[in-house]
């Protein structure tokens, strides 16, 4: 999974990527630039059946985040031809909910809703511009050679034309599966996933949710394709700088069940209907990323493709059950590890050993 953030300037989007990936910052003076890194996925599963089978290696599912620098009203249109935002499968987008005296907001005002909302029209109109570009060399080709393939793509394009007019992004316009497909060269960004990550000022973290809620981000994240989040990068960093202990004892006394950039992450996963199922072994305790309704056998190519050309059967077992036998043996006495087929739906927390032959 790879996810691009993004936001306006001064929003707290540099530090959110460097807590995420554990990427340096930037020197200081240094120009914007682009930058990828990589986040572990947390999942205490992991942990935990490494506990039962001490592995040489324990491997979490991870998510790739490319940071870009911030735009402006007007400036959203750069965004489409960044290299860091091509091929991902969400945006994050930082929007400011902090005041600060010294880091003063280019707007003049803190305004969360507003925000949200500009950036939303800069990706529309970033994909109206590529949207136009394309039909204009699409009626050129007809004109020369009026292939079936190329109608039915400008009758697509004509319809995105027409809802990003509308000033509607083209996560709302209901496209099918196919018809998304069809999209995929193109790094159209209104069309991706949009993750509203709300970055609130570290008193209000207590009272997140009625934060969310007055500032209309609450209202605007029940759109399609929408999902909403809140943070407190200084809070973040804060507990970045702890042990394990105290970081958790920091986190009690603001009244935080979790790490925020955990919420993060998992709130990306959950936008994009992704799961994770487990291998286990002496060698690896491993979490695997996969789409929700994904069969055992397309399932067991996430692992290598020979599997998935060569599957006969998948053991699977609930990993809930593993850890409460203590052994696939145990599971095994017990009935709860069972022999599924190729048709199979992997569950999320499902742990898998593929049977295969090539």
Same mark, same amino acid.
């Given at each position: 999974?790879?996810?691009?953030?993004?936001?306006?300037?001064?929003?707290?989007?540099?530090?959110?990527?460097?807590?995420?990936?554990? /990427?340096?910052?930037?020197?200081?003076?240094?120009?914007?630039?682009?930058?990828?890194?990589?986040?572990?996925?947390?999942?205490?599963?992991?942990?935990?059946?490494?506990?039962?089978?001490?592995?040489?290696?324990?491997?979490?599912?991870?998510?790739?985040?490319?940071?870009?620098?911030?735009?402006?009203?007007?400036?959203? /249109?750069?965004?489409?031809?960044?290299?860091?935002?091509?091929?991902?499968?969400?945006?994050?987008?930082?929007?400011?909910?902090?005041?600060?005296?010294?880091v003063p907001h280019p707007e003049g005002s803190v305004d969360p809703l507003r925000?949200?909302?500009?950036?939303?029209?800069?990706?529309?109109?970033?994909?109206?511009?590529?949207?136009?570009?394309?039909?204009?060399?699409?009626?050129?080709?007809?004109?020369?050679?009026?292939?079936?393939?190329?109608?039915?793509?400008?009758?697509?394009?004509?319809?995105?034309?027409?809802?990003?007019?509308?000033?509607?992004?083209?996560?709302?316009?209901?496209?099918?599966?196919?018809?998304?497909?069809?999209?995929?060269?193109?790094?159209?960004? /209104?069309?991706?996933?949009?993750?509203?990550?709300?970055?609130?000022?570290?008193?209000?973290?207590?009272?997140?949710?009625?934060?969310?809620?007055?500032?209309?981000?609450?209202?605007?994240?029940?759109?399609?394709?929408?999902?909403?989040?809140?943070?407190?990068?200084?809070?973040?960093?804060?507990?970045?700088?702890?042990?394990?202990?105290?970081?958790?004892?920091?986190?009690?006394?603001?009244?935080?069940?979790?790490?925020?950039?955990?919420?993060?992450?998992?709130?990306?996963?959950?936008?994009?209907?992704?799961?994770?199922?487990?291998?286990?072994?002496?060698?690896?305790?491993?979490?695997?990323?996969?789409?929700?309704g994904t069969k055992a056998q397309l399932a067991a190519g996430a692992i290598h493709?020979?599997?998935?050309?060569?599957?006969?059967?998948?053991?699977?077992?609930?990993c809930e059950e593993l850890l409460a036998a203590g052994s696939l043996a145990a599971?095994?006495?017990?009935?709860?590890?069972?022999?599924?087929?190729?048709?199979?739906?992997?569950?999320?927390?499902?742990?898998?050993?593929?049977?295969?032959?090539?």
């Open positions: 999974m790879k996810a691009g953030i993004v936001g306006l300037s001064l929003v707290g989007k540099s530090t959110l990527f460097q807590l995420l990936t554990g /990427s340096p910052s930037p020197p200081p003076g240094s120009r914007p630039e682009a930058r990828l890194g990589i986040a572990r996925v947390p999942d205490p599963r992991v942990d935990a059946l490494a506990g039962i089978f001490s592995p040489k290696k324990r491997t979490w599912a991870t998510v790739e985040y490319g940071d870009v620098p911030g735009v402006g009203e007007g400036q959203g /249109s750069a965004l489409g031809d960044l290299p860091a935002l091509r091929g991902v499968d969400a945006l994050a987008h930082v929007v400011r909910a902090f005041e600060s005296e010294t925000d949200a909302s500009v950036l939303d029209l800069e990706l529309i109109l970033a994909d109206l511009a590529t949207v136009e570009r394309r039909i204009e060399r699409l009626e050129a080709s007809i004109q020369k050679a009026k292939t079936p393939e190329d109608v039915a793509e400008r009758e697509l394009f004509l319809k995105l034309k027409e809802g990003l007019e509308a000033e509607k992004p083209l996560r709302e316009l209901g496209l099918s599966d196919g018809e998304r497909l069809r999209l995929r060269g193109y790094a159209l960004l /209104s069309e991706k996933p949009l993750l509203v990550v709300a970055n609130l000022d570290e008193t209000r973290t207590g009272d997140a949710d009625a934060n969310l809620d007055s500032s209309g981000l609450t209202a605007f994240a029940r759109r399609p394709g929408v999902a909403l989040v809140a943070v407190s990068a200084p809070i973040e960093a804060e507990m970045a700088e702890l042990d394990g202990e105290d970081a958790r004892d920091f986190r009690e006394d603001l009244g935080l069940s979790e790490p925020g950039l955990d919420r993060v992450i998992r709130t990306s996963y959950d936008l994009l209907g992704l799961i994770s199922f487990l291998t286990v072994g002496e060698d690896e305790c491993r979490a695997w990323t996969i789409r929700g493709s020979d599997i998935e050309r060569g599957f006969i059967r998948a053991e699977v077992v609930p599971c095994r006495e017990r009935g709860t590890l069972h022999l599924e087929g190729k048709e199979y739906e992997v569950k999320d927390g499902d742990v898998i050993n593929f049977r295969f032959a090539v």
